[in-house]
Every structure is written in structure tokens, then in C-alpha cells.
């Protein structure tokens, strides 16, 4: 069956701007995660939802990223006044409702300038 | 220290090695452990998945983990040139945490 997908896969942003990324998760999955992957600090969760509700990673990056569920299958991650230190391969990863397996999509490579 | 340690590597190997890779948790909270595979501008694949102490073994791949010393382990029996590729060790309870990932080079 279909994996999860993102959209873009790339993007370049010009510093200050806000983006969006979306990601369509897998047919009957509840839980939805973002990840942000850099080569100096590894992957980092962001931000997660199970069904409508959003849970922010306290301590993370701050207000300048949300994330929007407006579909029970779709999320989209927004960064509002993009900064150079941004630029970093988002990952979107999905799981069935009790199940700690998390299923990953290809990932957005956002580049700032 | 990060919650989950892991050495980047790389790993060179021949082919028809046993490969072992390595991670540390130092989160006495974390349930569950996880290996994912990734290839060069690809997202991670979910390779194991465990949620107890022991092994777990699937074809060519175990995973290992040992709750009392925190040490997650995964074994490559016969790797493979198309193994190369950079493993993510992840842990948690409620999110992942995952380690920086080894890059593992398989020569035919």
C-alpha cells in the first residue's frame, strides 16, 4: 500500500519567509509526528498529534513552528520567518493508535538563504 | 549527554561480515527500541522494533537489548553490499529519540 509521502521534496526559502510543508500519512494511521534531521544534531521530534489534538515538544524551536491537522490523514508543518539555522531535512512519520512503530516519509530538504 | 548515543562511524566491512552496531540510552523511561535504515536522500525505514529486554531476530537481523546496562544492539549476519547505508538506533515512550546514526559501508 501507499507509504507515507511529503510534498515538496525540496524547497528554498529566502530568509524570513514562511513556508509550509505537507505530509499524507498512511491509510489509518492516528498519530502523526514531525522530525527535523541535520547532519550536526541527528533527528529531533518537533511536534506531534494524535487525532485532532496537537502536542508541541516543550523546549523546541518555539512559536515559529506549528503544525496544522486538516485532515485526519494530513499535516502540515509551517515555519514562519524562516532563519538560515532552519535549513535541515523535515521528516513526517505516522503510526497506528496505540502502536509505537513509526512509519517515515521521504522527508522536505528545506534550504534557507 | 544525549539520550541516546550512538558512534557515527563509519564502518567499513566486507561482504559476508557479521556486522554489530551500538547504542546507549540513558532514560530508565524508554519502552521501546527501535532500528531504521537509511539510504542517502531517503527518509528512515523501520528495520526492528522490540519492547523487552532479549533478542529478536528477523532473517538476516537481530536486534538486542539489554534494559539493565541501557545498550541496544543490532547484528548484520552475511551483509550485503546493498546494506550499505547509515542505521538509526531510536528509543522512547512516547516520541523517538534517536541516536546520530552509524554509516556502515559493505565492499563487495
Known amino acids: 500500500g501507499a507509504g507515507v509521502s511529503q510534498s515538496p521534496r525540496y524547497k528554498v526559502a529566502k530568509r524570513g519567509r514562511d513556508v509550509a510543508l505537507r505530509c499524507d500519512s498512511i491509510?489509518?494511521?492516528?498519530?502523526l509526528y514531525w522530525y527535523r534531521q541535520t547532519l550536526g544534531q541527528g533527528s529531533e521530534v518537533l511536534t506531534y498529534?494524535?487525532?485532532?489534538?496537537?502536542?508541541?515538544k516543550s523546549g523546541r524551536p518555539s512559536g515559529r513552528f506549528s503544525a496544522e491537522r486538516p485532515e485526519r490523514s494530513v499535516s502540515t508543518l509551517k515555519i514562519q520567518r524562516t532563519e538560515q539555522g532552519d535549513s535541515a531535512v523535515y521528516l513526517c512519520?505516522?503510526?497506528?493508535?496505540?502502536?509505537?512503530?513509526?512509519?517515515f516519509g521521504p522527508g522536505t530538504r528545506l534550504t534557507v538563504t | 549527554q544525549k539520550e541516546v548515543e550512538q558512534d557515527p562511524g563509519p564502518l567499513s566491512v566486507p561482504e559476508g561480515a557479521i556486522v554489530s552496531l551500538n547504542c546507549t540510552y540513558s532514560n530508565s523511561a524508554f519502552q521501546y527500541f527501535m532500528w531504521y535504515r537509511q539510504y542517502s536522500r531517503k527518509g528512515p525505514e523501520l528495520l526492528m522494533y522490540?519492547?523487552?529486554?532479549g533478542n529478536k531476530e528477523d532473517g538476516r537481523f537481530t536486534a538486542q537489548v539489554d534494559k539493565s546496562s541501557k545498550y541496544i544492539s543490532l547484528f548484520i549476519r552475511d551483509s550485503q553490499p546493498s546494506d550499505s547505508a547509515t542505521y538509526l538506533c531510536?528509543?522512547?515512550?512516547?516520541?523517538?529519540?534517536f541516536g546520530k546514526g552509524t554509516m556502515l559501508l559493505v565492499s563487495p
Open positions: 498529534s494524535q487525532s485532532d489534538a496537537q502536542r508541541d
Open positions: 491509510s489509518g494511521h492516528v498519530t
Open positions: 522490540t519492547y523487552s529486554s
Open positions: 512519520a505516522s503510526s497506528f493508535d496505540g502502536h509505537y512503530e513509526q512509519y
Open positions: 531510536a528509543s522512547g515512550y512516547s516520541t523517538l529519540t
